[in-house]
């Protein structure tokens, strides 16, 4: 029997913080999520700010703990197991956070060293795979504070890939970025699904983006997984034509729609 | 399933994590190296501190005998003092700094291990505040003109280099601070800084402290660090078993008993969100 990529059971996380002196908030950041991701398989989770994605991502990172339910990483339990599964698993987030006044070059290799990467394989790799991310090598040694924000993120998905992870984490990669970054990015991530043997999770306000990159699509709203299946199975779900239509049929409210106070809780909360 | 279980043999974690040590000591090198003129406007400003502290033993109606040996006493307790601070600081950095730059949550979810990690940043403080604390030395005797001719470096390095065990101890606990507080939590490790120096006997002998503060200087290495330094560098002693063994003592539990600390302030942050470049 094979076992799944990414096995995700009644996840749910709760955040709270002190209001007044002696009273606590608390939002539900995420809300007893369920969903499995086959190895090789790119998939899409869609939601708007504080849906709960990037709370997603920082569960399956090993960065935050779990108040319920359960993940497993290639059946590997990612709360029990954390070591086992960080050597397997690396992302990228949407601020391209490096030490600034350090290269490129030397970024990478700090990011390497953590998963056993000594200086001889560095060294040799480090040009290889800021080349085949679109980024001049001749310029890995310029500090990071002097590159654009495209070009930072170019290294930034360079630091994932040069640890080879299997399940590669993308928290909103391209948001933020000019149309050609974005574009080059996007291109990018095709050719890892292409070329490795990649499982995917692309968390991302982009509907366009998400279509067209991921095998399904999922929609975290206020914490809960709505969905997570092919696009054409969600247009047809919803009897719609397009995701915006989809995400108004299951949420009830269009995506550009005023945010509650709790929306804005949970936003900063997660 | 294989290829992805093969990676977790024994002989490979260790290398790994062996590699991961050498990582941390290899980006304090690079960040030193780029701050390289701040970090020597710092080095002035604790040179200038040191003065100030040192210049007392010229002041006081003493005979020259008497003010070199006074001095040299500042002195020591100045270098600790600043020695000390350094580890501190570069120990509390492990999350501090990344947090400020944004990458604590890449280094946090890489796969080595957290004694490795904060091992790597007590081995870097180390290594530099030793050379800081010499230069600070050289410049200081050089300034006021002590003479020092009994003086055992080789044994006050060593005698520091142990003291260093619980120092960065006392650093790992410290450092989880700043994943509690991100704001206020760096602050908060020079408090234990001063606690400690304060109970040691930094200026002064502990016989002139209260009776409860004199107990409580038999728990802190720098009380150690200090009175062996001291007789080191005036008398030339070699390495007293009446220093060493508290120092031992005190650096086996404390970096256990730093580790758990830290280990339980990364859970807290985990479990309510902290570990974030935001807090």
Redesign the interface.
């Known amino acids: 029997m094979s076992?799944s990529a990414v096995s995700v059971r009644d996840l749910s996380k709760v955040?709270?913080r002190r209001k007044g002196l002696f009273q606590r908030r608390r939002r539900a950041a995420l809300s007893d999520v369920s969903f499995e991701m086959e190895r090789g398989e790119c998939v899409a989770i869609l939601g708007q700010n504080g849906s709960g994605k990037s709370?997603l991502v920082?569960l399956l990172?090993?960065?935050?703990?779990p108040d319920g339910g359960s993940a497993h990483i290639?059946?590997h339990d990612v709360f029990k197991e954390a070591?086992?599964v960080?050597?397997?698993?690396n992302?990228v987030?949407v601020?391209a956070?490096?030490?600034?006044?350090?290269s490129a070059a030397?970024n990478l290799?700090?990011?390497?060293?953590?998963?056993?990467?000594?200086p001889r394989e560095t060294h040799a790799k480090i040009p290889v795979i800021l080349e085949r991310v679109g980024f001049p090598s001749s310029r890995r040694n310029e500090?990071m504070e002097n590159l654009s924000r495209g070009m930072q993120q170019k290294v930034a998905l360079a630091?994932a890939l040069l640890t080879s992870p299997?399940l590669l984490l993308l928290d909103e990669p391209t948001t933020g970025l000019d149309p050609r970054s974005k574009q080059e990015v996007q291109t990018f991530i095709r050719e890892i699904r292409e070329a490795h043997d990649s499982t995917i999770l692309l968390c991302t306000h982009d509907m366009k983006e998400a279509e067209d990159l991921a095998d399904r699509i999922g929609l975290l709203d206020r914490g809960e997984l709505l969905f997570l299946e092919p696009v054409e199975d969600v247009k047809q779900r919803y009897g719609v034509d397009t995701l915006e239509e989809a995400f108004f049929a299951a949420t009830g409210r269009t995506y550009e729609d005023e945010r509650t106070e709790e929306d804005e809780e949970r936003e900063v909360?997660? | 399933m294989a290829s992805v279980d093969a990676t977790f043999t024994r002989r490979k974690i260790l290398r790994d994590e062996l590699v991961g040590l050498f990582g941390v000591v290899e980006r304090n090198l690079y960040l030193t190296k780029r701050y390289f003129l701040w970090d020597l406007a710092f080095l002035l400003w604790t040179i200038a501190n040191t003065l100030t502290i040192v210049f007392i033993a010229r002041g006081v109606d003493l005979s020259p005998a008497q003010q070199n040996v006074l001095a040299t006493k500042l002195l020591v307790g100045g270098v600790i003092w600043a020695f000390l601070g350094i580890i501190f600081e570069i120990v509390t950095e492990t999350v501090a700094w990344e947090r400020w730059e944004g990458t604590i949550e890449y280094t946090f979810m890489a796969p080595v291990s957290r004694p490795v990690h904060l091992i790597g940043m007590g081995i870097y403080a180390v290594i530099y505040g030793l050379v800081r604390a010499a230069a600070i030395f050289v410049a200081v005797v050089a300034f006021i003109g002590i003479h020092l001719p009994h003086a055992n470096y080789g044994a006050a390095i060593a005698l520091l280099a142990i003291a260093s065990v619980s120092f960065i101890g006392v650093g790992m606990m410290t450092a989880v601070l700043p994943l509690i507080s991100p704001e206020k939590g760096t602050q908060l490790g020079f408090v234990a800084q001063g606690l400690m120096l304060v109970v040691s006997g930094v200026y002064y002998p502990i016989s002139v402290l209260p009776d409860w503060m004199q107990w409580i200087s038999k728990i802190s290495p720098a009380t150690y660090a200090l009175r062996g330094n001291r007789d080191q560098i005036l008398h030339g002693a070699g390495l007293a078993w009446a220093d060493v063994w508290p120092l031992l003592v005190i650096g086996t539990l404390s970096i256990p008993v730093g580790l758990v600390v830290f280990r339980a302030g990364e859970r807290y942050a985990k479990k309510h969100g902290k570990l974030k470049r935001s807090g």
């Open positions: 076992i955040f709270s709370t920082r990172s090993t960065l935050l703990l290639f059946g070591r086992k960080r050597r397997l698993v992302r987030s601020e956070s490096f030490f600034k006044k350090m030397e290799a700090y990011a390497a060293r953590f998963y056993g990467m000594g500090s630091r299997v909360f997660a």
